[in-house]
């Protein structure tokens, strides 16, 4: 069982609380080639207050993917601007960490499991002591402090992403940004990393925008679900997660409130598919 959320930001549906970490604001997205352009995200807008976990979901090819490169400052946007702590976002910035869903591309594996979470702490300058203490404390978090002289393709799926969980975790980001990061694990696997996220957001206090094609993933971890149209993109509906704070796989699962939300959430990506089917026609 998850411990309850003792410190949930009591934000609204809009987002807004005591301190906003993330302001997207009109965002949009056009991918310029040599014969033409495309679309991609239309008109994005929405904030998340500092300590949420927000989950992002909408059709394949609804741009949630592009989104969160921009947020992370990897795509420059069309139109519009990110804020990070009211500071605009014009590349990379400081205190944001990024889990990809192909955790197998994201890590070295001539490395050692230390040596990729150690990884991104050297380029950041950290002192070797200090270093030390940040790896210990990540591996621990995530369960993976005894393999740590593994190496990547010695350990299983779940493994491996841990390991790049406790690469971010480690950089002590004030923002986690994470694209479908269990995707490619079996179901498993993916309930005990699910369980693990929701154990880091509580104990670290970190903001989370978490994107997820997996509806009932969306409704367990998050306390708002953004539900994006097809593309190009826009924001179909923004929804609050009355959940108890206090989460695990069965107990939450089998309420009615998680039905219901469920099916709320299905039905949006639903009318966010016939409305595209219905443009394209």
Same mark, same amino acid.
């Given at each position: 069982?998850?411990?309850?959320?003792?410190?949930?930001?009591?934000?609204?549906?809009?987002?807004?609380?005591? *301190?906003?970490?993330?302001?997207?604001?009109?965002?949009?997205? $056009?991918y310029?080639?040599?014969?033409?352009?495309?679309?991609?995200?239309?008109d994005?807008?929405?904030?998340v207050?500092?300590?949420?976990?927000?989950c992002?979901?909408?059709?394949?090819? %609804?741009?949630?993917?592009?989104?969160?490169?921009?947020?992370?400052?990897l795509?420059?946007? +069309?139109?519009? *601007?990110?804020? @990070?702590?009211?500071?605009?976002v014009?590349?990379?910035?400081?205190?944001? %960490?990024?889990?990809?869903?192909?955790?197998?591309?994201?890590?070295?594996?001539w490395?050692?499991?230390?040596?990729?979470?150690?990884?991104?702490?050297?380029?950041?300058?950290?002192?070797?002591?200090?270093?030390?203490?940040?790896?210990?404390?990540?591996?621990?978090?995530?369960?993976?402090?005894?393999?740590?002289? %593994?190496?990547?393709w010695? @350990?299983?799926?779940?493994?491996?992403?841990?390991?790049?969980?406790?690469? %971010?975790v480690?950089? *002590?980001?004030?923002?986690?940004?994470?694209?479908?990061?269990?995707a490619?694990v079996?179901?498993?696997?993916?309930a005990e990393?699910?369980?693990?996220? @929701?154990?880091?957001?509580?104990?670290?206090?970190? +903001?989370?925008?978490?994107?997820?094609?997996? $509806?009932?993933?969306?409704?367990?971890?998050?306390?708002r679900?953004?539900?994006?149209?097809?593309?190009p993109?826009?924001v179909?509906?923004?929804v609050?997660?009355?959940?108890?704070?206090e989460r695990?796989?069965?107990? +939450?699962?089998s309420?009615?409130?998680?039905?219901?939300?469920?099916?709320? $959430?299905?039905?949006?990506?639903?009318?966010a598919?016939?409305q595209?089917? +219905?443009?394209?026609?």
């Amino acid at each position: 069982m998850v411990p309850d959320a003792t410190r949930l930001p009591g934000t609204t549906v809009a987002g807004t609380g005591p *301190e906003v970490m993330l302001d997207i604001r009109h965002v949009q997205k $056009i991918y310029e080639g040599r014969d033409r352009s495309v679309e991609a995200v239309r008109d994005l807008d929405f904030r998340v207050a500092a300590g949420e976990l927000v989950c992002v979901v909408g059709p394949s090819g %609804a741009g949630k993917t592009t989104l969160l490169r921009c947020i992370a400052g990897l795509l420059e946007v +069309t139109k519009g *601007e990110i804020l @990070l702590s009211n500071q605009k976002v014009t590349g990379p910035p400081e205190g944001m %960490a990024v889990v990809f869903q192909e955790y197998g591309r994201s890590l070295f594996p001539w490395m050692t499991v230390r040596q990729n979470v150690e990884l991104p702490l050297r380029e950041k300058g950290v002192d070797r002591s200090e270093r030390a203490r940040l790896v210990d404390e990540a591996l621990e978090a995530v369960g993976l402090a005894h393999v740590h002289r %593994a190496h990547p393709w010695q @350990l299983s799926g779940g493994m491996q992403q841990r390991v790049a969980i406790a690469r %971010a975790v480690a950089y *002590e980001p004030r923002v986690l940004l994470m694209d479908e990061p269990f995707a490619a694990v079996d179901a498993q696997t993916r309930a005990e990393l699910e369980d693990l996220i @929701l154990r880091l957001w509580q104990r670290l206090n970190v +903001t989370i925008v978490f994107v997820t094609h997996d $509806i009932d993933e969306s409704v367990y971890l998050g306390q708002r679900v953004i539900v994006l149209s097809n593309s190009p993109t826009v924001v179909l509906d923004d929804v609050k997660i009355d959940l108890p704070g206090e989460r695990d796989q069965v107990t +939450t699962r089998s309420r009615p409130e998680f039905s219901r939300l469920r099916t709320r $959430i299905y039905q949006l990506v639903q009318l966010a598919k016939q409305q595209n089917a +219905t443009a394209r026609a």
